[in-house]
């Protein structure tokens, strides 16, 4: 797997990225968030098959390197930083449907487009593999095709409690799921009692996701440190003195 930075190659339409590089090979063995997504269910030789079909991208903040109803040519394995995904209408308006980190697979299609857009939130290190190459693999091993499935089927329950957040939660609910669904994505299963978070998004950004205005967000926001749900330290560092007490509030129990 080779390397390159694309902050010299990006073409903005705007900030679009034209995704290039030369593919080579690693040994993702030893890839520091080999135990993450896809990568974790692999063999060594799988692993080693995987590598040689990958290249490996950086992608600087604020770039758009998944076009909503593009081509589908490639897939992108999230290895570093935290992604923005949306939907968009023809006059320009969008809708962020998610925020996804290390070990997320994109751009899994039931056709040959995009569903969705994707861009960087900061800088992101991906994966990419060419669709043609990862269908190959997916036949040779069923492995990497079954953890694939996996993947869906975690989109589709992420997709399901979306709606049910824009549908019926408060504005505090929602702000608390939003902070667990963070935990959940740093820790996975292993949540500790108490926790810190960063948020790299804007309140902007928080507020598109949450079907709420910015103010809203702040009030929200407000309303939670005085109730000694959370702590906000410099700059983006957020303290979780109880997650119990949040996970609760972001369920309806609270």
């Known amino acids: 797997m080779s390397t390159v930075s694309l902050s010299d190659q990006a073409v903005h339409r705007p900030r679009r990225l034209v ?19 896809v990568c974790s269910a692999l063999a060594d030789k799988e692993l080693e098959r995987l590598s040689r079909a990958a290249v490996k991208v950086t992608v600087p903040a604020g770039h758009m390197f998944i076009e909503e109803g ?5 897939f992108f394995n999230v290895t570093g930083g935290t992604v923005k995904l949306f939907k968009s209408l023809p006059d320009g308006r969008r809708q962020i449907t998610g925020f996804v ?4 697979f994109l751009g899994l299609a039931v056709s040959d487009h995009y569903a969705f857009g994707a861009e960087s939130v900061e800088q992101v ?3 990419r593999f060419s669709r043609t190459k990862l269908e190959t693999l997916m036949e040779e091993f069923p492995s990497i095709e079954r953890r694939l499935l996996a993947e869906a089927a975690n989109e589709l329950v992420a997709a399901q409690d979306q709606m049910l957040l824009l549908g019926r939660k408060t504005a505090h609910e929602r702000v608390a799921s939003f902070l667990y669904g963070r935990l959940v994505e740093k ?3 292993h949540i500790p009692p ?3 978070i960063l948020l790299p ?4 950004d928080i507020a598109d996701f949450l079907g709420l205005t910015v103010e809203t967000v702040s009030r929200t926001f ?5 109730e000694h749900l959370i702590g906000v330290g410099a700059g983006q560092d957020i303290h979780i003195p109880s997650v119990s007490r949040l996970e609760a509030i972001g369920s309806g129990d609270g």
């Open 19 to 37: 995704l290039a590089g030369m593919e080579g090979c690693t040994n993702c063995a030893a890839c520091e968030v080999r135990g993450h997504g």
């Open 70 to 74: 593009s081509d589908a040519h490639d």
């Open 101 to 104: 980190g290390v070990g997320h």
């Open 125 to 127: 290190q991906l994966c």
């Open 187 to 189: 820790y996975g299963e």
């Open 194 to 196: 108490v926790a810190d």
């Open 201 to 204: 998004m804007t309140r902007a």
């Open 222 to 226: 407000s309303r939670l440190r005085r």
